[in-house]
């Protein structure tokens, strides 16, 4: 992964030595001028990219933020302040972090259009504070100056294109991390999110705070790109066509930010050229959005989708190899029963979909969870992941009770779960899924967990992984992790016969090989023989039967309420 940052960075940097060397060396100072211009949107559309590209959230008032950074770049410039234009850029990027906080922190409960209504009303009332007041040194013409190495246009535009390469630099290696996946796990599913252990206010919190800092540093930047500043450079409309144009571009990617920087900057000044009116640009933007989220790809989705094309070199698919070697060390968790759940009821309204139950998975072994549909079998693993709002009874983890936690904090106390339906963030590669559910593992771990299960090769795209192998990457994530406890909710849905023989192969080798104790759901009755030691049969939300998995799927309480149809037919 790291490499991968490495090697995006390096290409970064020699786009922007290329381009930058023929901007400055070829180029009129207007266009110059004009281009500089381009890298300080660029910024503001990254600082967008983030929060909105990265992490879906819709953030409508980022222009606020950069009007903080301008404003404290104005005030340590008449306050004399120590350190110069660059400090001064840095520090207006860190005075906009609390106000990025506090609106982050009604995006802890809303989501789409209601985050989308609070933060326009930031901005709306952001407008109103900016009427009211001026900006440091505004009356008085009192010009932001530049630093004396890059005070002319040519100098002015590289010193933002070395802002600009730094925080694309800086991005580039977030998006690659724990943190970064977080965010796109986040806006794919904030469950599945949680279910690894993520918490979700921090990804939403950070993704905000790390926004508002780059905007604040493209407000900063605009103090010194034009001496002096009025409210209008920060108004609400501005923040409304920023976002239009980064979600058409797609500005979480660098050239995406660009790209948008080019329109935003290019636009007014082609339409004033046509003495055309300067509305038309928004509404161009709006439409060009709109396209963007009605098709799901944004413009540099696109060139990288046509690019890719070109340069297809075939996929390597990761096979049986057969060979074990790397994978994640066994992790040691105590004896005794490492899942032990008493009385365990849930009720949606009148529905009782759990009655009473009783289940205890032993350390060390696979046990199994089966029950005709709406039997309660979700239920329990919601349960005991902490996704349910409330339950009667106790669930203890090795002995501790687990009431009172979130779905996160279960998740890193031990308890680990996959999903009936797919929830892995497309955008991630099969390596960094894994990297997210289990956290730092070596590249030759990555890819000795992978092979094992039978999952394509580490840089393959989530999104060119068909279904049945993303139920077997969401198991790979959950086993790499080695939890206490992994509760597996159907994960041969989707396999061929022949693979799920193998998958319960697999899954009856996890306890020795990695140390985790797993209770498996499933509907395959074969898995379930080959697999669990145990099974526990649940009809209506109550225990029906429980034991070794011969005795248990003979009595004929089971077969009457499990293999029913089985039975009837066979008559
Ligand atoms: N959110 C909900 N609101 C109301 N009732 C629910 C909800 N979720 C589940 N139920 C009901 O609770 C009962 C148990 O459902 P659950 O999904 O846990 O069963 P299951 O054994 O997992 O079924 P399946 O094998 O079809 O997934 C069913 O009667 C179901 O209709």
């Not at 901005?123 to 504070?129: G, H, K, S």
């Not at 070596?442 to 049945?468: I, N, S, Y």
């Not at 649940?538 to 029906?544: A, K, Q």
């Amino acid at each position: 992964m790291k490499r991968a940052s490495i090697r995006a960075s390096l290409v970064i940097l020699a786009a922007a030595i290329v381009l930058g060397g023929v901007i400055v060396g070829l180029l009129p100072s207007y266009w110059v001028f004009l281009a500089t211009s381009v890298l300080i949107t660029g910024v503001a559309l990254q600082s967008l990219g983030l929060v909105a590209g990265r992490t879906g959230m819709i953030a409508l008032c980022q222009m606020s933020f950069a009007g903080v950074g301008a404003w404290t770049v104005g005030y340590l410039n008449l306050a004399e302040a120590p350190g110069g234009l660059a400090t001064w850029i840095l520090l207006g990027g860190f005075a906009a972090v609390p106000l990025g906080v506090a609106i982050g922190l009604p995006a802890l409960r809303l989501r789409g259009i209601n985050l989308a209504i609070v933060t326009l009303s930031f901005a709306a009332a952001f407008d109103v504070i900016l009427a009211t007041m001026t900006f440091p040194g505004q009356t008085a013409f009192i010009q932001v100056p530049r630093p004396a190495l890059f005070d002319s246009d040519e100098g002015y535009f590289i010193f933002a294109l070395i802002f600009y390469v730094a925080i694309a630099v800086v991005l580039e290696f977030l998006a690659r991390s724990r943190l970064g996946a977080s965010w796109l796990a986040v806006r794919h599913s904030e469950r599945a999110a949680a279910a690894h252990g993520v918490s979700v206010a921090k990804a939403k919190l950070s993704a905000f705070a790390i926004s508002a800092f780059i905007a604040g540093i493209s407000g900063g930047l605009l103090a010194g790109y034009l001496g002096t500043l009025v409210a209008e450079n920060f108004s609400m409309m501005q923040s409304l066509s920023l976002y239009a144009v980064a979600v058409m571009t797609g500005a979480h990617f660098a050239e995406g930010a660009i790209i948008g920087g080019i329109l935003v900057v290019m636009f007014p000044e082609l339409l004033r050229r046509f003495n055309l009116p300067q509305d038309l640009g928004n509404v161009l933007f709006a439409v060009g959005a709109v396209q963007a989220l009605s098709t799901g790809e944004t413009m540099s989705e696109t060139f990288r989708r046509l690019f890719r094309k070109l340069a297809r070199r075939p996929g390597r698919v990761g096979g049986a190899k057969g060979d074990d070697g790397g994978l994640p060390a066994r992790v040691s968790h105590p004896a005794g029963a490492a899942l032990q759940v008493d009385k365990l009821t849930v009720r949606y309204g009148s529905v009782v979909a759990l009655d009473g139950v009783d289940l205890t998975v032993p350390a060390g072994i696979v046990a199994g969870l089966i029950g005709p549909n709406g039997a309660g079998k979700s239920t329990f693993i919601d349960a005991v992941s902490g996704f349910l709002r409330s339950y009667e009874g106790s669930v203890r983890l090795g002995g501790v009770a687990l009431e009172g936690r979130s779905a996160h904090e279960r998740a890193r106390a031990g308890v680990r779960r996959t999903w009936q339906t797919n929830r892995i963030a497309p955008e991630l590669t099969v390596g960094g899924y894994l990297r997210l559910a289990a956290g730092n593992l070596t590249e030759t771990e990555v890819r000795a967990m992978l092979d094992w299960l039978d999952c394509p090769d580490p840089e393959t795209p989530v999104v060119a992984v068909d279904a049945g192998t993303r139920r077997l990457l969401d198991v790979a994530g959950v086993v790499a992790a080695r939890p206490a406890v992994i509760l597996l909710d159907e994960p041969a849905a989707g396999q061929s016969h022949e693979e799920t023989l193998r998958l319960g192969r697999r899954i009856a080798e996890i306890p020795a090989r990695f140390g985790s104790s797993v209770l498996l759901v499933e509907r395959d009755m074969d898995l379930v023989r080959s697999a669990c030691s145990q099974v526990t049969v649940l009809d209506f939300g109550r225990v029906i039967a429980s034991g070794p998995p011969a005795v248990v799927l003979d009595q004929s309480a089971v077969k009457r309420a499990y293999l029913g149809i089985e039975e009837s037919v066979a008559a």
